[in-house]
T-cell receptor, first 113, second 113 residues
Framework: AQSVTQPDIHITVSEGASLELRCNYSYGATPYLFWYVQSPGQGLQLLLKYFSGDTLVQGIKGFEAEFKRSQSSFNLRKPSVHWSDAAEYFCAVGPTGGFKTIFGAGTRLFVKA | DGGITQSPKYLFRKEGQNVTLSCEQNLNHDAMYWYRQDPGQGLRLIYYSQIVNDFQKGDIAEGYSVSREKKESFPLTVTSAQKNPTAFYLC????????????FGSGTRLTVV
């Protein structure tokens, strides 16, 4: 069965420190992979997506993610976190040609001064 | 600017009442979706529609109904049959398949009183 696991419910990092949010997926073929960000009380915004090709993808707001097929992972990274990055982050997997994207449970990021 | 408009932002319903959540998009997207978000559970798909006058049940369709009479509009009705309707509801759209990722509205918070 298709699934997405975000092992960390919440993470706290210091402003200026690097960030890595983990995402593991289970899918029978190469899926579409996405990261979204959600501020409190708001909708989700697409940060980046991976379909094929270069396994390191760049997104908005200085985020990047690396697809590792051997580990079934798609971790999100940022070299230096800003206080405005505090939000909830969702990893998602979408089937090629399908219409049912599956979302992980989310990781809430706290940024301390 | 193109986007998705959800209204109202907050909605209160008495037990036993039906209530309709509005979702309008001006992105010319073919596909539209309704998700329910509960704390710690990520997003769960209620209904989706690929084209006008057609829609499919998602994973938690019981107690909900939708219509897609116009490309721009995909309203969700929460019926009295939904046993636990208090949640945050998100509407999304995509161009035609999920490969582009979703554009989300800002959500409607429904509370049953």
């Amino acid at each position: 069965a298709q699934s997405v696991t975000q092992p960390d419910i919440h993470i706290t990092v210091s402003e200026g420190a690097s960030l890595e949010l983990r995402c593991n997926y289970s899918y029978g073929a190469t899926p579409y992979l996405f990261w979204y960000v959600q501020s409190p009380g708001q909708g989700l915004q697409l940060l980046l997506k991976y379909f094929s090709g270069d396994t390191l993808v760049q997104g908005i707001k200085g985020f990047e993610a690396e697809f590792k097929r051997s580990q079934s992972s798609f971790n999100l990274r940022k070299p230096s976190v800003h206080w405005s990055d505090a939000a909830e982050y969702f990893c998602a997997v979408g089937p090629t040609g399908g219409f049912k994207t599956i979302f992980g449970a989310g990781t809430r990021l706290f940024v301390k001064a | 600017d193109g986007g998705i408009t959800q209204s109202p932002k907050y909605l209160f319903r008495k037990e036993g009442q039906n209530v309709t959540l509005s979702c309008e998009q001006n992105l010319n997207h073919d596909a539209m979706y309704w998700y329910r978000q509960d704390p710690g559970q990520g997003l769960r798909l209620i209904y989706y529609s690929q084209i006008v006058n057609d829609f499919q049940k998602g994973d938690i369709a019981e107690g909900y109904s939708v219509s897609r009479e116009k490309k721009e509009s995909f309203p969700l009705t929460v019926t009295s049959a939904q046993k636990n309707p208090t949640a945050f509801y998100l509407c999304a759209s995509s161009p035609g398949t999920e490969s582009f990722g979703y554009t989300f509205g800002s959500g409607t918070r429904l509370t049953v009183v």
